[in-house]
């Protein structure tokens, strides 16, 4: 555990002065991840024997150098299997590694394991994965959050030393709120999306996991940059995501979005925010009033925009090409709409039924047309409220993390489990969430999760906001009792 618990800075301290090698780090999660995931269940897949074959290699003087990396199942990986959580997938394994894939390779990581989801990442609790849900590090009777919860609860539990997730509405800040770990979401455009199977193209956005806002940092280094095989990623510059941690918040205005304090908030989780904003000013914040007006419409934009781009991206899952194809088929209708009752789970089916609905003809602009409008609308509030405020705080999630099968049977409750995450994706901003505390429920300690959301482009600054509360602050060194 001593080695696991380690962050990626204070491993690659290690590594560097060769108190342990990078075989030595992959033996010691092998034998975590033998103790606790049974209990987890926060991995899919594990090669051990490929990560110590690359391990043998690393060069521990990049900037990843020999630092074992967990990789949400819809990420591709050549030669691993890339299930995204569904039985249509099954058997698939990857011939190519997504850009983030190969930027970590250069960079000196290693690879590892591939971490459960709900499936193609249609989901706020991990209930959804064909293979199983993944639990709370902290109670494994509850949920860890959605999509990307296997890659948060591995690095809660210490199976880790971070992970890459993928964020369509909430899915990495959700999930590391809830699991007490650094979950950021960046910009759409910074971090390129080829190699990720799409949810929602206008939408998705892969990023880090880890146990500090540093480590966040450090990978974000790594992964950003412009991709000419993906035609969103944006040519921007990169700079040196750490170079901006430990300044002062001297002159620094954080804004208070009225909509985000509202009642429907759990009282733990609202007294804990509020805290960690009176922490802020003891650091020298200036905090300041500002309005999303549209934020009551966010949900169900994000409900019409990302089922539309689903229900056209997954149609390309038809038993043709890969993946599960129903046997015998009379013809080829028969064979499309017995592949995908057999692989597709119910959310997903849901998704692509919701999505084919509001693309319909008589439809369109009746919702998709005007849910493009509302979306310019709420990208705007963000830049109104951005001329005010460096940075926007909130709680993450509107409570901690639910009992597991709590809204398996209402959707609409379990759609909203994201309303503090979605707007900052229908608006392409990033934003972190870290932990600020505990709720006490049913005797158990959950964490409670701070949102921090950034101008485009304002990773920077982001992270040196996010890294002055964790640093005077001992939140993120508290850590589940697992056996």
């Not at 990049?62 to 299997?81: F, Q």
């Not at 921007?236 to 954080?254: I, M, S, W």
């Not at 003809?361 to 460096?390: N, W």
Request: glycine share 10%; aromatic share 8%; proline share 6%.
């Amino acid at each position: 555990m001593e080695l696991t618990s380690l962050s990626v800075a204070g491993l690659q301290q290690k590594l560097r002065a060769k108190e342990v090698s990078p075989a030595d780090t992959v033996r010691a999660l092998e034998a975590r991840i033998a103790q606790v995931d049974p209990q987890i269940h926060g991995y899919l897949s594990r090669d051990f024997d490929a990560a110590l074959k690359l391990a043998e290699s690393a060069d521990v003087s990049l900037p990843l150098g020999g630092v074992p990396i967990a990789i949400k199942d819809v990420i591709n990986v050549t030669g691993e299997p890339c299930t995204a959580a569904s039985k249509i997938l099954l058997g698939y394994r990857s011939n190519y590694d997504a850009t983030v894939i190969r930027k970590l390779r250069a960079a000196g990581a290693i690879p590892f394991g591939r971490t459960n989801l709900d499936e193609f990442a249609m989901g706020s609790s991990t209930e959804n994965s064909a293979f199983g849900r993944t639990n709370n590090p902290w109670d494994t009777s509850r949920v860890p959050g959605g999509s990307s919860g296997g890659s948060a609860a591995v690095v809660a539990s210490h199976e880790a030393f971070a992970s890459l997730g993928s964020d369509t509405g909430g899915s990495i800040r959700q999930p590391a709120a809830l699991c007490g770990c650094v979950g950021l979401k960046p910009t759409y455009g910074r971090v390129s999306r080829f190699g990720l199977i799409a949810f929602a193209s206008s939408l998705d956005q892969i990023g880090p996991f880890t146990k500090t806002v540093r480590d966040a940092g450090l990978l974000l280094n790594v992964i950003s940059g412009r991709d000419p095989q993906d035609s969103t990623s944006l040519d921007e510059p990169v700079p040196d995501y750490t170079a901006q941690l430990g300044r002062d918040l001297k002159g620094v205005r954080l804004g208070l979005p009225r909509e985000y304090f509202i009642e429907g908030v759990d009282p733990q989780v609202d007294s804990a925010v509020r805290a960690a904003i009176k922490h802020y000013e003891s650091l020298g914040a200036e905090i300041v009033d500002v309005s999303l007006p549209n934020t009551e419409h966010a949900v169900g934009v994000y409900y019409i925009i990302a089922t539309a781009e689903a229900s056209a991206n997954l149609a390309r899952f038809d038993g043709v090409r890969y993946g599960h194809r129903a046997p015998d088929p009379t013809g080829l209708l028969d064979q499309y709409g017995r592949t995908r009752e057999e692989g597709f789970g119910p959310e997903v089916k849901r998704r692509i039924i919701l999505g084919t609905y509001v693309l319909s003809s008589g439809y369109y602009d009746a919702y998709y047309l005007r849910a493009q409008k509302v979306r310019t609308l709420i990208r705007d509030d963000f830049t109104k409220a951005f001329e005010k405020c460096d940075a926007i705080v909130c709680p993450t999630s509107p409570e901690p993390a639910f009992k597991a099968g709590d809204r398996s049977d209402d959707p609409l409750k379990m759609y909203l489990a994201d309303i503090f995450t979605i707007a900052a994706n229908l608006a392409g901003i990033c934003g972190i969430s870290v932990p600020c505390g505990f709720a006490n429920v049913d005797g158990r300690q959950l964490p409670i999760g701070l949102q921090i959301l950034g101008k485009p482009f304002g990773e920077a600054q982001l992270l040196q906001i996010a890294d002055a509360y964790e640093q005077s602050t001992d939140w993120h060194n508290a850590q589940p009792t697992l056996a």
